[in-house]
């Protein structure tokens, strides 16, 4: 089974991709390494899609940003890559405000 190596990669060469704020999607299930207290290695933290908002920016292994990503449904805090998240434009929202049922 191959690896992604992201050795080549040093994020912090240009500006954050994500601001403080943002609203954010997962683009891939995560799951425990470890480092989650309270839960299992291995279990699932956040569901491919799973909505949430940029806490923090903090860095990691002086080449990666690293965003702190609390998934308010959920009720944690999870530290995501960028690349493992996309942008939530407002119009993507499944509920629009101010519109009447016919």
Known sequence: ???SRDSDVVELSGSP???YGDKV???KHVRNDGTFPGKEIGEVLVQKGDV????SIG???QQF???GIDFYERGYM???KGRELEPVEEDDDADV???EAP
């Open 78 to 80: 999870v530290g995501m």
């Open 97 to 99: 405000v101010g519109e």
């Open 17 to 19: 991709i994500f601001a």
């Open 52 to 55: 949430g908002y940029v806490a």
């Open 65 to 67: 940003y690293i965003y």
């Open 59 to 61: 860095t990691f292994l």
């Open 1 to 3: 089974m191959g690896m």
């Open 25 to 27: 999607r997962s683009r």
